[in-house]
């Protein structure tokens, strides 16, 4: 089975936006396909969400809360990750990435 063994995942043959890393240890993480023009938004959103809610708690010293609600957000953010990539293999099943 193959992997996504680089660290931008590009193919315009695979429908999908989230895909997982390894076809069988889906636990390995999940990517985004950037073939699609979808996978920018979702990218800069995400990085967004992550630095842009940490710069107020960081300027006010409330390192113990941020640290909290980072892990919480990460945490969020992970478990979106995966649903989608779920989803879009259930919508679009059998192994897309070996296409070509």
């Known amino acids: 089975m193959p992997k996504?063994?680089?660290?931008?995942?590009i193919n315009r043959?695979?429908?999908?936006v989230f895909v997982y890393k390894h076809q069988e240890w889906k636990?390995?993480?999940v990517t985004?396909?950037?073939?699609?023009?979808?996978?920018?938004p979702i990218l800069l959103v995400t990085l967004g969400s992550v630095v842009v809610p940490l710069l107020p708690l960081w300027i006010w010293n409330a390192f113990a809360w941020s640290s909290v609600l980072f892990a919480l957000w990460l945490a969020a953010l992970v478990v979106y990750y995966f649903r989608q990539a779920a989803r879009d293999l259930e919508r679009y099943p059998?192994?897309?990435?070996?296409r070509k």
């Not at 996504?4 to 995942?9: F, P």
């Not at 043959?13 to 999908?16: G, Q, T, Y």
């Not at 985004?32 to 920018?40: G, P």
């Not at 059998?94 to 070996?98: A, D, Q, T, V």
């Open 32 to 40: 985004l396909n950037f073939a699609h023009f979808s996978s920018f």
């Open 94 to 98: 059998g192994n897309l990435s070996s």
């Open 27 to 29: 636990w390995m993480g």
């Open 13 to 16: 043959d695979d429908p999908r």
């Open 4 to 9: 996504c063994r680089t660290i931008l995942y």
